[in-house]
T-cell receptor
Framework: NAGVTQTPKFRVLKTGQSMTLLCAQD?????MYWYRQDPGMGLRLIHYSVGEGTTAKGEVPDGYNVSRLKKQNFLLGLESAAPSQTSVYFC???????????????FGPGTRLTVL | GDSVTQMEGPVTLSEEAFLTINCTYT??????LFWYVQYPGEGLQLLLKATKADDKGSNKGFEATYRKETTSFHLEKGSVQVSDSAVYFCALSLYNTDKLIFGTGTRLQVFP
């Protein structure tokens, strides 16, 4: 099993450009999440999904959109990138409480995004 | 609100030293507690977990005990190795949600 994979690994954008980050998981998890990691701030939840076709806002959703068209994929979009969105982005997935989970999440390797 | 507080780093130790990284939490209800580890350039990996009071999670020589009376979940290891150098995150998950709330992370540096 590959677990949680993310593409791309690195990306440099200019202000105003758009891009999509792809997350894929092969563990049949119901729940998926997008976080950003910034120095000294830990991980902050951007958006999450509790099942195919559903999405919800997290702690810092502004400037991002997401879609979960297939259970195994969760896409994060930046419509008009800003320097404040320079960060490392992590995707995670979990079974969800209804499947016996205690809340543990499984993380991908991250995407390092720089917006100039 | 619900939160996790970790000791600030970096924690610098010599190989074979004893490690403690403090973690305390504030939560309504009874959360599950986790320690995640992030090695340089990688994502977070679940290190250990505890789901109820007095549970002890353990893995790779690391241990942490869920202390409800002190709302703490301190991470310990008896003898650290250079390969343990990483950032350690304490986190909690509330029963009625699948969101994780993270501390800010503690960087551990182990020197030979």
């Amino acid at each position: 099993n590959a677990g949680v994979t993310q593409t791309p690994k690195f990306r440099v954008l200019k202000t105003g450009q758009s891009m999509t980050l792809l997350c894929a998981q092969d563990m049949n998890h119901e729940y998926m999440y997008w976080y950003r990691q910034d120095p000294g701030m830990g991980l902050r939840l951007i958006h999450y999904s509790v099942g195919e076709g559903t999405t919800a806002k997290g702690e810092v959703p502004d400037g991002y959109n997401v879609s979960r068209l297939k259970k195994q994929n969760f896409l994060l979009g930046l419509e008009s990138a800003a320097p404040s969105q320079t960060s490392v982005y992590f995707c995670a997935s979990s079974y969800g409480r209804g499947q016996g989970s205690h809340g543990e999440q499984f993380f991908g390797p991250g995407t390092r995004l720089t917006v100039l | 609100g619900d939160s996790v507080t970790q000791m600030e780093g970096p924690v610098t130790l010599s190989e074979e030293a004893f490690l403690t990284i403090n973690c305390t939490y504030t939560a309504t209800g009874y959360p599950s507690l986790f320690w995640y580890v992030q090695y340089p350039g990688e994502g977070l990996q679940l290190l250990l977990k505890a789901t109820k009071a007095d549970d002890k999670g353990s893995n790779k020589g690391f241990e942490a005990t869920y202390r409800k009376e002190t709302t703490s979940f301190h991470l310990e290891k008896g003898s650290v190795q250079v390969s343990d150098s990483a950032v350690y995150f304490c986190a909690l998950s509330l029963y009625n949600t699948d969101k994780l709330i993270f501390g800010t992370g503690t960087r551990l540096q182990v020197f030979p």
